[in-house]
């Protein structure tokens, strides 16, 4: 019982270290280029509103940047204190593949983002851009490799096992094993989406506390506008990458649909109980035929149950079901909000600049034509790329078990002899610092926003008193 209450505590811990950890690269991949994106615009155009994103949004960029890195180094710990099993049977691939992303990525970040956080003023504009593009391919280039090995223990090739260790026997098959292509584009979508969406509900935020600047307008169109054309482009890698799952990891794919039988025209389970013991689901609302649709594109397809994945002796061989169902039903969920809510905004934008002179009356309609429901929403929602984010690891991660490297080696293999009661404090632990970081964190952004609100509220008084022409946070939209 000690073994497996050590062996859960462990993917407990695990799993909360690298759930918050993720939280921060998963915005920094994409506000890099987000950055560039502002910083070119003001290259090109000398509008100041530009910069001020640029400024704005390079605080928040280092912050994440920094919670990012400390985070990682605490997760990197656990491979030796909780997970020793791991590295002594696949250290040769998974040791040099970090490796990798430290001496590419990691050194390239940290020797140009002192000159994209600090150099504006300091050095020719040209460098300064350089700096954001080489961070930016930087983060982008930390997530190929992380990718390229997690991708590797879903879908594992390349390889030998001689004595019990795997031994690379082809590079190339190994950073371009099956799944690779379809979870790099997968996170890279998932991490401007959840950019996106912080873009727009903090400026959605900025605006309601009485920001009317026209760097506010120019983010909060920017962030709409990248998630109303992202989304769909989500939905379609989430599509194939659900194919390239069925094929590789069939159990996963029924577990996601509780789908318990193997059946021709399988019915998607919108809602409904799994229920492990009874194999079967309680409550359960169905579609006819369309989860063989969705997953084989013919309404007659046919798709593997569960029950194929127990053996003769009772055992299980396919991952905890109501886990894995309901957090991919929790991704999909965020992403259909998002994609409602991207739509209407980019919507209602653009009818705004289509109608009469540019201009809709009346107070329903608070900025860019939004009405205030819509902005007023936008605020929740600009964390909720990390609701989206997380709900798919969960469904990823835990949809692998019982393998850590599938096929290759279990879970319980790789795990850590000590004591449960150890494992537990340091969780605890793990979990209250986590807590108070997180609120910090978001706090601080909050914090930003309402200081840049101000501070754009002290410059219009200023200039107001000065005689200047009357230039308030009221101007109309370029």
């Known amino acids: 019982m000690e073994a497996l209450d050590t062996l859960i505590l462990s993917r407990i811990q695990f799993a909360a270290n ?103 003023s300091r050095v020719p504009g040209w460098l300064h851009i350089t700096a954001t593009a080489l961070v930016a391919f930087g983060t982008t280039l930390s997530t190929f490799w992380i990718i390229v090995l997690n991708s590797w223990m879903h879908t594992p090739q390349g390889f030998e096992m001689i004595d019990g260790v795997a031994r690379a026997t082809s590079w190339w098959d190994i950073i371009f094993n099956p799944s690779m292509p379809y979870r790099f584009g997968h996170m890279m979508l998932a991490s401007f989406l959840t950019v996106s969406f912080l873009v727009a509900g903090v400026s959605a935020y900025r605006w309601i506390i009485g920001d009317r600047s026209r760097d506010v307008r120019a983010m909060l169109k920017t962030g709409v506008a990248m998630g109303a054309i992202l989304i769909p482009l989500q939905i379609l890698m989430g599509d194939m990458h659900g194919l390239n799952t069925k094929e590789h990891q069939p159990a996963k794919v029924a577990a996601m649909e509780g789908l318990w039988e193997t059946q021709e025209g399988a019915p998607l389970v919108l809602f409904g109980l799994p229920d492990e013991e009874a194999r079967t689901n309680r409550y359960a609302v169905e579609i006819p035929g369309l989860a063989s649709f969705i997953l084989t594109h013919e309404w007659d397809g046919k798709l593997k149950g569960l029950n194929d994945f127990v053996a003769e002796d009772g055992t299980v061989m396919h991952p905890p079901v109501s886990p894995v169902f309901w957090s991919f039903r929790v991704m999909v969920g965020t992403g259909m909000a998002m994609l409602a809510l991207s739509w209407s905004a980019a919507a209602f934008m653009w009818l705004r600049r289509n109608r009469h002179e540019g201009r809709i009356k009346g107070h329903w309609l608070a900025v860019e034509g939004l009405p205030k429901p819509i902005l007023w929403a936008l605020v929740p929602m600009a964390f909720s790329g990390w609701v989206a984010t997380l709900a798919g690891w969960y469904t990823t991660e ?59 509220d002290a410059r219009a008084i200023s200039m107001s008193h000065s005689g200047k022409a009357q230039v308030t946070a009221l101007t109309p939209a370029e």
């Open 398 to 456: 835990i949809g692998r078990q019982p393998w850590l490297v599938q096929g290759v080696m279990t879970t319980d293999m790789a795990v850590a002899d000590v004591p449960a009661p150890m494992v537990m404090g340091t969780l605890v632990a793990y979990l209250a610092v986590y807590a108070v970081l997180l609120a910090s964190y978001v706090g601080v952004i909050a914090y930003l926003a309402r200081k840049a609100a101000r501070g754009q």
């Open 18 to 120: 690298i759930s918050f950890h993720i939280l921060f690269p998963t915005i920094t991949i994409a506000l890099g280029w987000v950055l560039l994106f502002f910083r070119l615009r003001f290259a090109g155009t000398g509008d100041e509103k530009w910069m001020a994103a640029y400024r704005f949004w390079v605080k928040v960029f280092a912050l994440s940047f920094a919670m990012g890195v400390v985070s990682g180094i605490t997760m990197s710990f656990q491979f030796g204190t909780n997970w020793p099993g791991f590295m002594e049977t696949v250290g040769n691939i998974a040791g040099p593949l970090l490796a990798y992303e430290i001496m590419t990525a990691f050194f390239l970040e940290a020797a140009f983002v002192g000159i994209m956080l600090f150099g504006f």
